[in-house]
């Protein structure tokens, strides 16, 4: 049986992260995401619900589009599979609970914002903006002794505390930035990812800022050393906050507490 709900578990991320798709490519676009329903961007002509299918689809297709043969991204099934293994690890780690509806959408903001800023290299407000109000608004049944918020540790002071903490961290950065690289590292966009993210995940957002950097820094060398970035050009780092949210709401206090005991600190 528990094999039977991991499994809907994944198949329901399929679904989202075909949603989460039509967000990323729509949103920036300014275009509604209910309507006209998906084209080919190459011949426009409408995708047949047999061919919609989350995966499959684009496995059965191999990738082309039925009508003219352009190739399909294979960022939409990439977008789908792991929208849909982020769904099983959520139910790995909260099961069938609030907790997990709530990380379901914290996830998908993060995922949609993600490919958003890779994209064009900004978070807009139009997502991130109802995304912060909906997490303030899941803080507040902790008043009333129902927690939701955060997702890991503490209560509703803690994602108090997260907001200001995460947002102002990427504030000082971005203020402090321009004084020794003579650019900007952070847009305003980042700060209000960071908020969000400490809304969610309280104190430990810290502990996602580290992961985000630590993996911004290493990517980042990787790039440098491929060739395929200039020292100049301007990293989006909305999807490497993103990793680290993901990161900590999957096993933060866990990770804290190895972190202690490995450092000899308890
Ligand atoms: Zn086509």
Same mark, same amino acid.
């Given at each position: 049986m528990t094999a039977f709900f991991y499994l809907v578990a994944f198949l329901f991320g399929l679904a989202i992260g075909s949603f989460l798709n039509v967000c990323i490519y729509r949103i920036p676009a300014g275009?509604? /995401? %209910?309507?006209?329903p998906s084209r080919? $961007? +190459?011949?426009e002509t409408p995708v047949r619900p047999v061919d919609n299918v989350p995966l499959l689809s684009f496995l059965l297709l191999k990738g082309k589009c039925r009508s003219c043969g352009a190739p399909i991204s294979w960022r939409y099934p990439a977008v789908e599979a792991l929208t849909g293994v982020v769904f099983v690890l959520l139910y790995a780690r909260f099961g069938m609970s609030i907790n997990a509806l709530a990380g379901i959408f914290f996830a998908s903001v993060v995922i949609v914002v993600s490919f958003i800023d890779l994209d064009t290299e900004r978070i807009p407000n139009k997502v991130i903006l109802p995304a912060i109000a909906a997490g303030a608004a899941l803080i507040v049944p902790d008043f009333v002794g129902? @927690?939701?918020? $955060? /997702? %890991? *540790? *503490?209560g509703a002071l803690h994602s108090i505390a997260g907001f200001f903490v995460g947002g102002g961290s990427l504030l000082i950065i971005a203020l402090a930035a321009p004084l020794f690289f003579? @650019?900007? +590292?952070?847009g305003g966009g980042d700060i209000k990812l960071a908020a969000f993210i400490g809304l969610f995940l309280g104190v430990y957002s810290l502990l996602a800022l580290f992961f985000s950097f630590l993996i911004g820094a290493i990517a980042g060398v990787f790039l440098l050393a491929r060739g395929s970035r200039g020292r100049s050009d301007t990293i989006p780092f909305g999807p490497y906050l993103a990793i680290g949210a993901i990161i900590v709401t999957l096993g933060g206090p866990e990770l804290w507490r190895f972190y202690l005991a490995a450092s000899g600190l308890a």
């Open positions: 275009l509604s /995401l %209910v309507h006209p080919c $961007p +190459a011949c129902y @927690k939701i918020l $955060p /997702l %890991v *540790g *503490g003579k @650019k900007d +590292a952070m």
